[in-house]
């Protein structure tokens, strides 16, 4: 992961985030739309950001989604992902951002968002620390606070996920939390 400032000063911040927020198109896609012969919307989801996201729950991390379009894939990933809000059709996400706040009583320096697009240049505003993917537009990557190796759709997010881990002090925590659920979920499927 590329920081643009100290990494003493980064790694502070981001131990003070108590919530993710991220796009979806670009950053949990790879951005491309699909459309089958029936007009069905389809895309790709990559399984590490999935664990990612799981290991974030597991410590008590809550992630939200907040894309600009509506999609039945994106709204089938967030439930089997246990996303705890998901924002779909999402315009000006500051006021969605706004709510956030509010609604789970943190302040904005508490909130990470990861981005890709020009379109979520406004809600880096309203947040504490700002992650853009790899192969986002030049102009999110300068005012990021972190750009990932990986590109949005192929693991960034997980990358995202393990340095919030990392910064709290979390991420044995949440790899051994992970592989006890494994556990409990093969046993039970055994019953």
Known sequence: MQISQSATEFWERLAQVRLVVMDVDGVMTD????????????KRFHVMDGV???????????VIWMSGRKSHAVT?????????????????????LAEVCRDF?????????????LNDLL?????GVRFAVANAANEV???????????????AVREV???????????EKAIERYLTM??????????
Do not use: W
Request: aromatic share 6%; proline share 2%.
């Open 52 to 62: 990612g996201i799981t290991l974030l729950r597991l410590c008590g991390i809550p």
């Open 123 to 127: 809600s880096y505003q309203a947040v």
């Open 31 to 42: 951005g491309t739309l699909t459309y089958d012969d029936t007009n069905n919307e389809m």
């Open 76 to 96: 089938k990933r967030a439930h089997e992902l246990k996303v705890v809000r998901l924002y779909e059709a999402a315009r000006d996400k500051r006021v969605m």
């Open 182 to 191: 494994l556990i409990e979920e093969q046993e039970s499927a055994g019953q």
């Open 161 to 171: 996920c393990e340095a919030v881990l990392e910064a709290k002090g979390l991420r």
């Open 105 to 117: 009583e943190l302040e904005p320096n508490e909130l990470a968002f990861v981005a890709d697009d």
């Open 141 to 155: 990557k300068v005012v990021a606070d972190a750009v990932t190796e990986r590109f949005g759709g192929n693991g």
